[in-house]
């Protein structure tokens, strides 16, 4: 049943800066910690994190959701999600405090999905979803270059297209690019490795005692990238931890907006809070 949600503004003490925060409150034991992806504003795009927020209140969970330093509302500087281990155990502690929860599950998409398996067993999070994680490296010294992707995330998008009979039209009507596709083929023949942060996320994920699904839109470029390295040998001892799971909805949709997908992310968030 829908209960009544009162949404209130903070600012939380990091260090010398504060965090802009938004808290949905509600009368449940259980919380959830929303951490913004990529340099998303709390609201996240189109306001999807806002709406997400008041659905799982509605529900009777609190949901807090901030801006990292440096982005949005929030004071210092924005040093990329690698540098964002202050600000999760900062709000993990504050919405203890604040809604007097007995746990905390925090739910992140995307690098925001990586930074809480990196940092949120020393936060003391109790539980983690971890959505379309990030393991793609940039593919040089600049964060403005376009990042590499795994050849096996190349491959598994263009078996898609292959698949699909409206390739061969769109080919030969010119909407396809040719020499796009022969330079994405030659990109999907490579052999390679895992990249190092992909790896340093599966040590991490390794050390991860608490439930922790991870969920994945099938068709997006990140999730592709992160099930590449998800099913190579280098992760075989995570993927036989119990307290992982992976569930895959059939959706390009990096941030689940649409409508199907919104419900999808909702229900599996709602599960995993009523069984912390």
Not at 105 to 115: K, R
Not at 164 to 193: C, H, W, Y
Not at 248 to 273: G, V
């Amino acid at each position: 049943m829908d209960r009544d949600v009162t949404r209130s503004f903070h600012a939380i003490l990091c260090g010398s800066d504060r965090l802009a925060a938004t808290l949905d409150s509600a009368t449940g034991s259980t919380a959830l910690l929303i951490v913004s992806g990529g340099n998303e504003i709390r609201s996240g795009a189109h306001s999807g994190m806002a709406q997400l927020a008041l659905r799982i209140a509605e529900q009777g969970f609190p949901v807090l959701r901030y801006d990292r330093r440096g982005i949005g509302e929030s004071t210092g500087q924005n040093n990329g999600f690698l540098d964002s281990a202050k600000e999760i155990a900062a709000a993990a502690k504050f919405l203890r405090q604040e809604q007097a929860v007995q746990q905390v599950i925090a739910f992140g998409n995307c690098d925001a999905a990586t930074a809480l398996a990196l940092f949120g067993p020393d936060a003391g999070i109790d539980g983690y979803i971890l959505a379309n994680p990030w393991v793609i490296e940039p593919s040089g010294e600049s964060e403005a270059e376009e990042p590499t992707i795994s050849s096996a995330a190349i491959r598994s998008r263009y078996w898609d297209r292959i698949k699909n009979p409206r390739t061969i039209v769109d080919l030969l009507s010119g909407k396809i690019d040719f020499k796009k596709l022969l330079k994405g083929l030659k990109q999907a023949s490579r052999s390679e490795e895992n990249s190092a942060l992909s790896m340093r996320l599966r040590d991490a994920m390794s050390r991860l005692e608490k439930d922790s699904p991870i969920l994945l839109s099938k068709r997006d470029t990140t999730a592709r990238a992160f099930l590449a390295a998800w099913n190579s040998p280098d992760f075989a001892p995570v993927r036989n931890k119990a307290v992982i799971s992976v569930d895959m909805l059939d959706s390009a949709s990096h941030s689940f907006a649409d409508f199907d997908a919104k419900s999808w992310l909702t229900e599996k968030i709602l599960d995993s809070l009523r069984k912390a």
